[in-house]
């Protein structure tokens, strides 16, 4: 079991911006595939971001395309999620997730249990 582990949420106005990283100094996440997911109070666990080992591929929501970015840095095995125009609904708790194939398809990145290692999370809270 590999933990993970979630930093830099916070509260921010809307339109501002966050930046999120994931990161664990249990062993190398380089080769596998990496996803963000949210979850609002009394709503289920909902895909946001997901990216390919190398950083080749990367897929998002519908509701945050064009306004978040994932992206990875392997020298520092860690994973971000920047987060920009920043809306009161995209408040929850973020949790970042590790699959154990380097590669998901667009369809099976959307779905948390295809992921096999999952951090506590990090809260962001947007007010309007």
């Known amino acids: 079991q590999v933990q993970l582990v979630e930093s830099g949420g916070g509260l921010v106005q809307a339109g501002g911006s966050l930046k999120l990283s994931c990161t664990t100094s249990e062993r190398t996440i380089s080769t596998n595939a990496m996803g963000w997911f949210r979850q609002a109070p009394g709503n289920e666990r909902e895909f946001v971001a997901a990216?390919?080992?190398?950083?080749?591929?990367?897929f998002y929501a519908d509701s945050v395309n064009g306004r978040f970015t994932i992206s990875r840095d392997n020298a520092k095995n860690t994973v971000y999620l920047q987060m920009n125009s920043l809306k009161p609904e995209d408040t929850g708790v973020y949790f970042c997730a590790a699959d154990r194939l380097g590669v998901l398809s667009h369809d099976r990145s959307r779905y948390a249990d295809e992921y096999d290692y999952w951090g506590q999370g990090t809260q962001v809270t947007v007010s309007s």
């Open positions: 990216i390919s080992y190398n950083g080749g591929s990367a």
